[in-house]
């Protein structure tokens, strides 16, 4: 399971890169690369189930500097997709 969230950080800490270096060691969190960071920080969470998911977002708001954690998306992919289904009128290319 892939998840993309947006931290945003308390007004004191914004633009120092402390909180970021923090998040970055946490065992399957990315920031995302090329972005300067000011007081919203991009990542991506690599999980492997539900509640490491939410482990990881707990420990994220725990981390001093830290005023939100937003989650923006999450997929799953429980088994591959053989039968691809498309919305009435509209075709996959299958």
Do not use: W, Y
């Not at 970055?24 to 990315?30: D, E, K, N, S, T």
């Not at 090329?34 to 690599?46: A, N």
């Amino acid at each position: 399971m892939i998840a993309s969230l947006v931290v945003t950080l308390d007004c004191a800490v914004a633009g120092s890169s402390g909180v970021a270096k923090q998040i970055a060691q946490i065992p399957g969190v990315q920031l995302c690369e090329g972005e300067s960071f000011s007081h919203r920080i991009p990542i991506l969470i690599d999980s492997t189930d539900p509640d490491s998911l939410e482990e990881t977002t707990r420990r994220l708001q725990s981390i001093v500097g830290v005023a939100f954690v937003d989650v923006v998306f999450v997929h799953f992919e429980d088994e591959p997709c053989d039968n691809v289904v498309a919305p009435i009128g509209k075709t996959t290319g299958q």
